[in-house]
């Protein structure tokens, strides 16, 4: 009885330590897959020359889980998003926590919700708002492949702390619903031909997937537990697909939007318009020695006005923000 019991434990153990083979060498490969499938991500084509880059930030997504995924996403993939759109170059993109920022010191809490925006409201220094919802994001298993637990070899000797081993060439499938839209937090209203459902789904082995099972049963569609960085990376993949697609209708919106100029309509009572950065026609003047021209601020009155370290444009001195972008004033 004893020399079984020892025969089955040398099994065990020679099993464990193939296992430990396999996953030392399947390594590299594994990273390889991951960067294969990566080396895409964030790379778009280039946006129409001449248009505008409006101010664009990201609130808090609204990541829907189904099965073995769990945990709180919606930053996440808020901060995967922001990432995105940055790498586009189609936008300036403000990052989060400027955006959060922002939201607080114009005591504008509570104006978004994840994947909605809760009321509208005039977010001085944001031009829009990308507002996303990520529903059903799963991770299952597509068939039985060949997979061994270690805690089924030996009977009751390793049921405690025994972790199953899964093979890498286990077919697995990821997908999700991706709803992306740009709203104008003013008016609450959805920018045209910005509003896009996208649905990813990809199937195929997890080691060519780069994924790590954590836990798995063998039957087909069972949902599969994942690392933190996995559902990230599951994220990251599934918003730059949607993204992607909808790039053509977002290029179709900022070419219909007026082009920049560095004219401005004149100000009430015949005032003098800013010129590029706020620079009004006295201040180019003042070095110049020549008299200002009819209608313009005088020098005293330039005085007590504040200027925008950010974008150098011209505020009432009583003013807590720029007026021209947001930035807060000293």
């Not at 008016?187 to 896009?196: K, R």
């Not at 559902?231 to 919106?253: E, N, S, T, V, Y």
Request: one cysteine or more.
């Amino acid at each position: 009885m004893f020399r079984r019991t020892f025969v089955r434990l040398g099994a065990a153990v020679a099993l464990m330590a193939g296992g430990a083979a396999v996953v030392g060498c399947s390594s590299s490969h594994e990273s390889a897959g991951r960067d294969t499938l990566t080396e895409n991500v964030g790379k778009y084509p280039p946006a129409p020359s001449g248009v505008n880059k409006p101010r664009v930030g990201v609130p808090p997504f609204n990541v829907q889980t189904a099965g073995g995924i769990s945990g709180d996403l919606n930053s996440l993939a808020a901060d995967q998003m922001t990432t995105l759109l940055d790498q586009s170059d189609r936008f300036r993109v403000i990052e989060r926590a400027q955006l959060q920022k922002l939201l607080d010191e114009q005591n504008l809490e509570g104006i978004v919700k994840p994947g909605e925006l809760a009321k509208p409201g005039q977010v001085r220094g944001v031009d829009y708002l990308l507002i996303g919802k990520v529903t059903n994001l799963r991770v299952k298993k597509e068939n039985k492949g060949n997979e061994f637990g270690l805690a089924q070899v030996g009977g009751q000797f390793f049921n405690a702390g025994g972790a199953d081993v899964k093979n890498k060439e286990t077919v697995i499938t990821t997908e999700c619903g991706v709803d992306i839209r740009l709203v104008n937090p003013t008016t609450g209203e959805t920018m045209p031909h910005t509003s896009n459902f996208s649905e990813y789904k990809r199937t195929d082995s997890a080691k060519s997937m780069g994924l790590a099972i954590l836990g798995a049963n063998a039957q087909s569609n069972a949902d599969i537990d994942i690392s933190e960085d996995d559902k990230g990376k599951i994220l990251r993949l599934a918003l730059d697909d949607a993204l992607r697609k909808a790039l053509p209708q977002i290029d179709r919106f900022l070419m219909e939007q007026p082009a920049q100029t560095s004219s401005v309509a004149p100000g009430p009572n015949g005032a003098a318009p800013a010129g590029p950065a706020g620079v009004t026609p006295a201040d180019a003047s003042a070095g110049s020695g020549a008299p200002p021209a009819p209608g313009t601020p005088s020098p005293a009155s330039l005085a007590a006005k504040k200027f925008c370290p950010n974008c150098g444009a011209a505020n009432e001195a009583s003013a807590t923000f720029c007026a021209k972008c947001g930035h807060k004033l000293d």
